[in-house]
């Protein structure tokens, strides 16, 4: 069975610093991995995918990597801002389940100002 | 271009009762799922519907149910409320194959049974 782990659970940091979030996932034949944003009571908004062949994708100040081998993928933030504050979400699409996500718990950001 | 529309918004429901929420895709997106977002259980998976098709389904008593129309609305269904059904339901649709399109999920419907 196919389990995602975000670590940390929660984060603390003053504005401008650059961060690493961590997913970890157990069985490395996935499709793809998405990284989405939610914020308190809303829906998830899509940040970045990356699909299985690729190592890493990048949308302004974040980048996501992905190591599919180890089972790993990274979240990197650049001079974060207040605004980051969210919830954010690892999720992947294993290939045992045709189309459908399975997601870690999360890691709650807050950047402080 | 439109995004994914869930509606209602808020649903405040007795157990019980039933409820029938709605989504509509993106324009072009065949694929619609649904999702179940609690604070102790995360984010699970419900079902999958394509072409009208139900495709995949998660772990979830038959009390949920769900379909999905020739224009790819969906609706999803759960009779009998228990206190536990309240949650987030979040929708999301892909064009096909999720695989090479991600997914794109909509602000979802706040169930709330008392």
């Known amino acids: 069975k196919q389990e995602v782990t975000q670590i940390p659970a929660a984060l603390s940091v003053p504005e401008g610093e650059n961060l690493v979030l961590n997913c970890s996932f157990t069985?490395?034949?996935?499709?793809?991995l998405q990284w989405f944003r939610q914020d308190p009571g809303k829906g998830l908004t899509s940040l970045l995918l990356?699909?299985?062949?690729?190592r890493e994708q990048t949308s302004g100040r974040l980048n996501a990597s992905l190591d599919k081998s180890s089972g790993r993928s990274t979240l990197y933030i650049a001079a974060s801002q207040p605004g980051d504050s969210a919830t954010y979400l690892c999720?992947?699409?294993?290939?045992?389940?045709?189309?459908?996500?399975?997601f870690g718990a999360g890691t709650i950001l807050r950047v402080k100002s | 271009k439109a995004g994914v529309t869930q509606t209602p918004r808020y649903l405040i429901k007795t157990r019980g009762q039933q409820v029938t929420l709605s989504c509509s895709p993106i324009?072009?997106?065949?694929?619609v799922s649904w999702y179940q977002q609690t604070p102790g259980q995360g984010l699970q998976f419900l079902f999958e519907?394509?072409?009208?098709?139900?495709?995949n389904k998660g772990n979830f008593p038959g009390r949920f149910s769900g379909r999905q129309f020739s224009n790819s609305r969906s609706e999803m269904n759960v009779s009998t409320l228990e206190l536990g059904d309240s949650a987030l339901y979040l929708c999301?649709?892909?064009?096909?194959?999720?695989?090479?399109?991600?997914?794109?999920f909509g602000s979802g419907t706040r169930l709330t049974v008392v």
């Open positions: 999720a992947i699409s294993p290939m045992e389940y045709g189309n459908k996500l399975v």
């Open positions: 069985d490395s034949a996935i499709y793809n």
């Open positions: 990356i699909q299985s062949s690729q």
């Open positions: 324009s072009g997106h065949r694929s």
């Open positions: 519907y394509f072409s009208e098709t139900q495709r």
């Open positions: 999301a649709s892909t064009p096909e194959q999720g695989s090479v399109y991600g997914y794109t």
